[in-house]
């Protein structure tokens, strides 16, 4: 028993002793000549390492530092700078045969910028043409002692690294900050479909995981190699991320999980969003409710157009359904969208309006009825002009006592109130664009007051500027005037409108009948000076 104890120990020493030998009998630097001549064919650009260490416990080689230039045409500095890399080598052909067989690589703390250019180019699209003109300025180095290099890399890995995406040409474009970036790229060939991994967290906040399979290699554009993916977004703030560039006011946190598939430079997405604390207006607040976003949509990748085939709206059980059309002209996002929702109970929708910068009268509450939409949304997202029709039936303003607020109005004193209103019917054709909302056509139907028209405007400031007239249905001493309609103008803010008689108005109507009284007694007493119309 003592012998074999003996024997192992020697083994285990003999092992240490190699262990600590090889390091300076392996000269592994040897290898970073050729092994940087290769890796700049490979990817067409000047590839830099730092002195490679044998590294026995680990089974590989490390290198203290990595640098990968960028294409010319977008910056002179590095593509990719990293702190330090580990090539996994064959370590029996490495000792025998002194040749560096190369299974794997590991990058770790990378910093990658990428850019693209206003005509789609990404900076890692030629990535895939042979050509390091900086590489191949000298003679390729020979190896010493006969030794050779065999790239045949089985995974790649990125740990920790730091990637910036960018646009070139844009002078107020925030970049896409992706940390703590973790990859792995398995069987790698440019060649075959190789499977991939990335998970990653937003600088603003965020995650993000994508799990898919892209190749084989584009040898004209590393961008447009064919690529299949799940993608899983959890958190991700929109204004924290920088991104709603395309429309500043937009802000929210944003979940996402769906597919996408990618031939070239079109891709075809499908998938299912959630919006919550959403705001979409300048003057707006988060909203209170959801929103749930189904959608399939078809995405020029070097345009940055497309179109949205199918998007289903669900705010609680609220459903509606947006289709259009997208593109980027200039530094701008122009939309041509269409949204349609009919017959959408108003409880859920109530939560949506102050995202919209809609406030209701201080105190108020909108309960059951529904809504109805049909709206045109056309523009750069941030100077959207949106115009339609919009109904709301049988519904209630909870707390807000329209006809006491009408009886202010001499003419309209003898109608009756309650703590609520009841809304028969409210519609109208709206505007809604950068100087504010104007509404046209309005058709009022509250049965304590009778039927209300007119139109006005609500300015960013949701400041009133209406000019209505009433035609009250009621009895007793009101009875004598319901067919004579009554001007009244609308003006305070939407959290307290204030309602005057139209004196204006009331004057043009009484010039107006003093005119008709004269016309007719004019008619009259012309038509006696004539003797009237003879009979036959």
């Known amino acids: 028993m003592r012998k074999v104890i003996r024997f192992a120990g020697i083994i285990v020493a003999l092992l240490l002793l190699a262990v600590l030998i090889l390091p ?20 067409g650009r000047e590839v830099k390492v730092g002195s490679l260490k044998l590294a026995i416990l680990s089974g590989g080689v490390t290198a203290d530092d990595l640098s990968v230039g960028d294409d010319p045409a977008f910056s002179p500095t590095p593509f990719v700078q990293a702190k330090s890399i580990t090539l996994g080598v064959d370590l029996w052909t490495l000792i025998f045969s002194r040749k560096l067989h190369v299974t794997g690589l590991t990058i770790d703390q990378p910093q990658v910028t990428l850019l693209q250019s206003p005509a789609g180019e990404w900076n890692f699209s030629s990535l895939s043409q042979k050509s390091a003109p900086a590489a191949q300025t000298a003679p390729e180095p020979p190896a010493a002692g006969g030794s050779g290099l065999d790239l045949s890399v089985k995974l790649v890995k990125i740990t920790n690294g ?86 500043p006011s937009v802000a929210g946190m944003i979940s996402f999980d769906g597919s996408g598939e990618s031939t070239g430079d079109i891709v075809n997405l499908k998938g299912h969003l959630k919006a919550e604390k959403l705001k979409l207006a300048r003057n707006g607040t988060a909203a209170r409710r959801p929103v749930e976003f189904e959608f399939a949509a078809e995405h020029n990748m070097k345009k940055h157009a497309g179109v949205l085939r199918r998007g289903d709206i669900h705010i609680g059980s609220a459903p509606s359904s947006l289709t259009g059309t997208y593109g980027e002209r200039g530094e701008a996002m122009l939309v041509a969208m269409n949204l349609s929702g009919p017959n959408m109970p108003l409880q859920e929708l109530e939560g949506m309006l102050p995202a919209m910068g809609i406030e209701l009268p ?135 409108p204030t309602f005057h008689p139209d004196l204006k108005a009331v004057v043009k109507e009484e010039v107006q009948n003093v005119e008709s009284d004269v016309k007719k007694a004019a008619g009259s007493l012309l038509k006696g000076l004539l003797g009237g119309k003879k009979d036959k």
């Not at 909302?437 to 509250?446: M, R, Y």
Request: aromatic residues 4%; charged residues 20%.
């Open 362 to 496: 201080h105190g108020s509450s909108l309960q059951g009825g529904t809504a109805s939409v049909k709206l045109a949304m056309e523009g750069p997202l941030d100077r959207l002009v949106t115009s339609g029709t919009v109904s709301l039936n049988k519904t209630r303003l909870a707390g807000f006592d329209l006809p006491s607020r009408l009886s202010t109005i001499e003419r309209l004193a003898g109608i009756q109130g309650g703590p609520d209103t009841e809304i028969e019917i409210f519609a109208t054709k709206v505007r809604m664009a950068p100087e504010g909302l104007s509404a046209d056509e309005i058709q009022f139907i509250a049965p304590a007051v009778g039927e209300l028209n007119g139109s006005g405007t609500v300015s960013p400031a949701n400041a009133l500027d209406f000019k209505m007239r009433a035609t009250v249905h009621t009895g007793g001493v009101m009875a004598v005037i319901s067919n004579t309609p009554i001007p009244f103008l609308v003006q305070g803010t939407c959290a307290q």
């Open 24 to 43: 300076f009998v392996i000269k592994a630097d040897d290898f970073r000549p050729r092994l940087e001549s290769e890796l700049s064919k490979a990817l």
């Open 162 to 247: 730091r990637f910036s995406l960018g646009r070139t040409g844009r002078q107020h474009w925030t970049p896409l900050v992706l940390e703590k970036v973790n990859a792995e790229l398995r069987d790698f060939s440019p060649a075959n479909v190789c499977p991939f991994s990335l998970g990653t967290t937003v600088a603003g906040g965020g995650a993000i995981k994508l799990d898919g399979k892209a190749g084989p290699l584009n040898p004209a554009d590393a961008a447009m190699t064919p690529v299949s993916a799940s993608l899983t977004v959890t958190g991700l703030d929109l204004a924290a991320s920088g991104l709603h560039e395309y429309a």
